[in-house]
C-alpha cells in the first residue's frame, strides 16, 4: 500500500491595528477639557525634574486666568443635616434615632426605611419614633425625611409660617385628584373658584417633589475655553487661550549637569525624562493643531452663529468635519468633547454647534434641529394659555412651515427644552 501525505502551506494575512503606547497617550491628551490638561501637566512637572510648566508666563502652581472659576466643593445632603443635628440638639437617644433617619435617606431625601416594621420589631416605641421624625421635619431642606411624595408636600406646606390652608387640603383630602391634574373636580369638591384654583396650582408648582435633589457630594465642575473667537480686520478666528497653549520648558542646564554621571540607571533615567519631554511637546502641539482646526472649520461652517442676533445654526455633522479636516471622526468627537469655545456673548460647547438636518424643504434648503426647537419655543410663548397647542397642533404648524416633524418627536423636543405639555400649561 503507498501512502501519499499531502502537505498543503496556506498563508493568511491579517490586519491588525497596535495601540502603542504613545498614540494611547495622544489621544488621552486630546480628551482632556482645559482644566484636565492644567492638572495632567502640572503632575507631569512633579513628576519630572527636568520639565517646567508655565501658563500665561505664570508657573503652573499659581491662579488660573481671569476666566476659569476654581472648583468648589458643594455639602452633600447629609453632611448639611448632620451640621443641622449638631448644632440644634443634644446628644440623647433621640438625636441617635435622628441620625440615624439621616443616614438612611436617599438622594431625593425621602426616608427609606419601613418605620412600622422598626415598631413591629420593637427596635423603637412609637412616641419616640414620632419624636424623632417630627426633629428631622423640622430640619432643612422642607420636606426632607418624608416616607412619600404626599407626606413630602404636606411637610412643606407645613414649613411655612402663613400656611396655606387651601393647599393644604388639596394634597391631604384630594391627593390622587391632584396627581392627575384633575383641578375643576378639585375645584368643584373645594367649593372655591377657578381664580382661586389657579392660585393654588401656582403655589404648589413651587413645592419640590425631591428637596434633597439640590445637595450634591461631587465636586462641583468648572469651565475653562479651550478657543476664543476674536474678529481680526472683519474675519472670525478662534484661538487657543493660555491654559491650553502653556509653554513647556526643559531644564537644559540642570539636565547636562548630570549627563556625566557613570552611574547606568542615572543614564537611563536622563534618558527617558528627555524623551518625555519631547513626547509631551509633539502631543501638546498636536492637541492644540487638532482643536485649533476643527474651531476654525466650525467658524467657517457657522459664520451667522457668531454674527446674526439670533445666532442660527445649520446642520452640522461630525463625519462632514472629518472629511474636510481628513481625520478620523472619533478625532473629530474627542476634540469636541468637553471643550467650550468664548465668545462675545457666551461660552459654548464645540459639540453643540454640531446637529442634524431635520428635514429639506421645497426650495432645497436643510433647517437643523435648533431651528426646530426655536420654532417649537416661539409657538409656545404666542399660544393662548386657555388653550396651549398640543403636541399635534406644534407639529402641523411646523408643516404649516414646511417641516415635516412627527408629534412624537415633537414631544421629545419639547422635553429637552424644558417645557410642560399642553395639559399642564394651560390657565384658567
Not at 513628576?47 to 472659576?69: C, R
Not at 484661538?239 to 548630570?258: A, D, G, M, W
Not at 408629534?407 to 394651560?426: C, D, G, Q
Amino acid at each position: 500500500m503507498k501512502l501519499r501525505q499531502d502537505a498543503t502551506l496556506q498563508q493568511k494575512q491579517q490586519g491588525k491595528l497596535i495601540m502603542t503606547q504613545k498614540m494611547q497617550q495622544s489621544i488621552q491628551m486630546l480628551k482632556f477639557n482645559a482644566s484636565e490638561l492644567h492638572d495632567y501637566l502640572s503632575q507631569i512637572e512633579l513628576d519630572n525634574p527636568f520639565v517646567a510648566v508655565s501658563f500665561n508666563g505664570s508657573p503652573s502652581g499659581q491662579p488660573l486666568p481671569d476666566f476659569v472659576t476654581p472648583p468648589s466643593k458643594t455639602s452633600s445632603l447629609f453632611d448639611y443635616l448632620l451640621d443641622q443635628v449638631n448644632l440644634t440638639m443634644r446628644k440623647t437617644v433621640l438625636r441617635d434615632w435622628v441620625v440615624y433617619f439621616v443616614q438612611n435617606l436617599d438622594q431625593n431625601g425621602y426616608l427609606k426605611l419601613d418605620t412600622k416594621k422598626l415598631v413591629r420589631d420593637k427596635k423603637i416605641d412609637q412616641t419616640t419614633l414620632d419624636d424623632a421624625l417630627t426633629l428631622l421635619w423640622r430640619l432643612d431642606p422642607p420636606g426632607v425625611g418624608a416616607r412619600d411624595l404626599q407626606e413630602c408636600l404636606l411637610l412643606q406646606i407645613e414649613s411655612e409660617r402663613g400656611r396655606d390652608d387651601l393647599a393644604y387640603c388639596v394634597i391631604a383630602e384630594h391627593f390622587e385628584l391632584f396627581t392627575q391634574s384633575k383641578w375643576e373636580q378639585i375645584a368643584k369638591k373645594m367649593a372655591i373658584d377657578l381664580k382661586q384654583m389657579q392660585a393654588l396650582i401656582d403655589y404648589l408648582k413651587t413645592l419640590s417633589a425631591a428637596p434633597g435633589k439640590a445637595y450634591d457630594q461631587s465636586e462641583t465642575a468648572y469651565i475653562a475655553p479651550d478657543l476664543i473667537v476674536k474678529n481680526i480686520n472683519g474675519t472670525l478666528q478662534a484661538e487657543s487661550t493660555t491654559l491650553v497653549k502653556p509653554r513647556i520648558i526643559f531644564r537644559k542646564s540642570y539636565y547636562e549637569s548630570l549627563v556625566g554621571e557613570l552611574d547606568q540607571s542615572v543614564s537611563d533615567y536622563l534618558k527617558e525624562k528627555k524623551k518625555q519631554y519631547q513626547t509631551l511637546v509633539a502631543e501638546l502641539a498636536q492637541r492644540q493643531s487638532t482643536i485649533e482646526r476643527v474651531g476654525a472649520e466650525i467658524l467657517a461652517r457657522q459664520p451667522e452663529f457668531f454674527t446674526a442676533p439670533d445666532h442660527p445654526l445649520k446642520p452640522m455633522l461630525l463625519r462632514d468635519v472629518a472629511q474636510k479636516l481628513q481625520l478620523h471622526e472619533s478625532t473629530v468627537s474627542r476634540a469636541v468633547n468637553g471643550k467650550y469655545l468664548q465668545t462675545d456673548f457666551g461660552i459654548f460647547e464645540l459639540r453643540s454647534f454640531f446637529s442634524q438636518a431635520i428635514n429639506t424643504d421645497q426650495a432645497g434648503n436643510e433647517t437643523s434641529v435648533d431651528e426646530v426647537y426655536k420654532k417649537i419655543q416661539a409657538y409656545i410663548e404666542a399660544e393662548d394659555k386657555h388653550k396651549p397647542l398640543s403636541d399635534q397642533k406644534l407639529a402641523e404648524q411646523l408643516q404649516s412651515d414646511g417641516l415635516k416633524v412627527s408629534r412624537r418627536t415633537v414631544a421629545k423636543y419639547r422635553e429637552k427644552l424644558n417645557i410642560a405639555s399642553s395639559s399642564k400649561r394651560k390657565r384658567f
